[in-house]
C-alpha cells in the first residue's frame, strides 16, 4: 500500500484532502507549524535544513545538508518518535548518502530514503523500474496539479504511526482553530456560543490529548475575551 504525500513552500498550493503533508522546521520557508494546523488529519513529516535543526528528515541537498552530514545529524537531532528518520537526496545522490551512512556504521534498515526524481510519472525509485538506487518514497514531480507544488509517492514504511484524531468538542462550540506548539503537539481552541474561549492539547506529539482524573477530555477555559 502507498501514500501520496505533497509539499509546497506555499501551502495554499496543498489539497485540502492531502493524505500526507511535509514541512521545513527553519530555513526561508518554515511551513512545519502551518502545515500541521491545517491539515490535522494528515499524515506529516517534519523536514531539517540542516545538519544541526531537529525533524525527522534531513534534507541533503545543495544549499542545505551534505551527505556527509547525514550520520551526525541522525545521531543527534533527528526525530525517532514518528518512525524511521528520513534522508531527502536527488536519485544521482542516494548512494552518496547510503555510503556515508554505512561508513559510519548505520545501517540501511535503520532510515528511510526520499528520493528526488522528477520523471513526471508517479514512481518510487527501483534499480528495475527507473534504473536509481532503491527508495522508499519518490519525489516524482513539482508541478502537481499545475501549481508549485511537490508530490511524492511513499510506500507503506513511511508512515507508521497514525494522526490522532481531533477530540470531540463540547456542546455548543461555534468555532474552532488547530495550532501547533514548537514541539510538534497540537493545540485546539474553541469559540462558545457565550463568548468564552476554551483548549486542549495533546500530551506528546501525535499523542492523546489532555484528560481529567476520570478520564473526560480536559478543555481549559481562556476567558470570555468579550468581557
Given at each position: ?26 530555513g ?9 494546523a ?5 499524515q ?5 535544513i540542516?545538519?544541526s ?7 541533503c541537498?545543495?544549499?542545505d545538508?551534505t ?11 533527528a526525530?525517532?518518535?514518528h ?5 531527502y ?13 554505512s ?7 535503520k532510515?528511510?530514503i ?9 514512481h ?6 527507473c534504473g ?5 518514497a519518490?519525489?516524482?514531480t ?9 508530490q ?18 463540547p ?7 488547530v495550532?501547533?506548539?514548537?514541539d ?25 490529548w489532555?484528560?481529567d ?15
Amino acid at each position: 500500500m502507498t501514500i501520496v504525500m505533497y509539499d509546497s513552500i506555499t501551502v495554499s498550493e496543498i489539497p485540502a484532502n492531502a493524505p500526507a503533508v511535509a514541512g521545513y522546521t527553519g530555513g526561508h520557508w518554515p511551513t512545519w507549524n502551518e502545515v500541521q494546523a491545517k491539515f490535522p488529519a494528515a499524515q506529516h513529516l517534519s523536514i531539517a535544513i540542516s545538519a544541526s535543526s531537529w525533524g525527522r528528515c534531513l534534507d541533503c541537498e545543495p544549499g542545505d545538508a551534505t551527505p556527509s552530514q547525514a550520520p551526525g545529524w541522525f545521531n543527534a537531532h533527528a526525530d525517532h518518535s514518528h518512525g524511521l528518520p528520513v534522508l531527502y537526496a536527488s536519485a544521482s545522490a542516494v548512494n552518496e548518502v547510503v555510503t556515508a551512512m554505512s561508513h559510519a556504521g548505520i545501517a540501511r534498515d535503520k532510515y528511510l530514503i526520499w528520493s528526488a526524481h522528477y520523471t513526471f510519472h508517479e514512481h518510487i525509485c527501483s534499480p528495475s523500474g527507473c534504473g536509481y538506487p532503491p527508495a522508499d518514497a519518490t519525489q516524482w514531480t513539482d508541478k502537481a496539479m499545475g501549481r508549485n507544488l511537490d508530490q511524492s509517492l511513499c510506500s507503506d514504511k513511511f508512515f507508521t504511526i497514525h494522526p490522532t484524531p481531533l477530540p470531540p468538542t463540547p456542546e455548543g462550540t461555534m468555532a474552532i482553530a488547530v495550532g501547533s506548539n514548537a514541539d510538534g503537539r497540537l493545540a485546539v481552541f474553541i469559540e462558545m456560543a457565550s463568548g468564552e474561549v476554551k483548549h486542549i492539547e495533546q500530551q506528546k506529539p501525535n499523542g492523546e490529548w489532555w484528560k481529567d482524573n476520570k478520564g473526560h477530555y480536559h478543555w481549559l477555559t481562556l476567558g470570555n475575551p468579550s468581557k
